[in-house]
């Protein structure tokens, strides 16, 4: 016979064996709970340095080697999860506590600069402004003031009227117009 038959024949008795156990009459008796840290037979096995660090790593022994009875301490297992969990949570408030105010700090500083910046921008266009006043004062005071033959609406080339700063010769006069505030030549 091939091994495939005697094995095929093989599992068909198993099969009629295991048909033929019955547990009918013996009511569902429940067997006690095992621990094998508590057998007194696994002992050597246990006290084995590394199986201890194991046990002890993964919490199910102290530091002494007494067995720590997991249902008795979940009440205090729950307690450090929770305490763990608030104390990650009041970190995290206090870091973004912090990056809030490095960002208020870093707001004040940027508008303590723009109000730099605009105070500087202002002291140069007032220096400017008396600056040009004082040359226009000057140009005014050094020249007389005549009036151009272009005087007339009609001969400004924009119909505003024209003032001459400057000598009556033609080549060298210079125009302000009112009506656009430019310099003609």
């Known amino acids: 016979m091939s ?9 068909k008795f198993h099969k009629k064996r295991e048909e033929g156990f019955d547990l009918g009459s013996v009511p569902h008796a429940k067997l006690k709970s095992y621990s094998a840290l508590h057998d007194p037979n696994m002992r050597h096995y246990f006290e084995n340095p590394n199986v201890q660090r194991l046990l002890y ?3 199910q022994i102290d530091s002494h080697g007494r067995v720590i009875n997991l249902h008795k301490n979940k009440t205090k297992l729950h307690i450090l999860e929770r305490e763990f969990k608030e104390a990650e949570i009041a970190e995290l408030r206090k870091l973004k506590e912090e990056e809030e105010m490095r960002h208020r700090v870093q707001r004040k500083r940027f508008q303590q600069l723009e109000e730099i910046q605009r105070q500087d921008m202002m002291a140069r266009l007032k220096s400017d402004r008396t600056l040009s006043k004082q040359i226009l004062g000057t140009i005014k005071a050094s020249t007389k003031t005549t009036l151009s033959p272009l005087n007339s609406r009609r ?12 000598n009556s010769t033609n080549d060298s006069m210079f125009f302000v117009t009112e009506g656009d505030g430019s310099l003609s030549r």
Do not use: D, H, I, V
């Open 3 to 11: 091994s495939a038959k005697q094995r095929a024949k093989l599992e």
């Open 57 to 59: 790593n993964s919490g």
């Open 155 to 166: 001969g400004s080339p924009n119909g505003s009227k024209a003032t001459n700063f400057g």
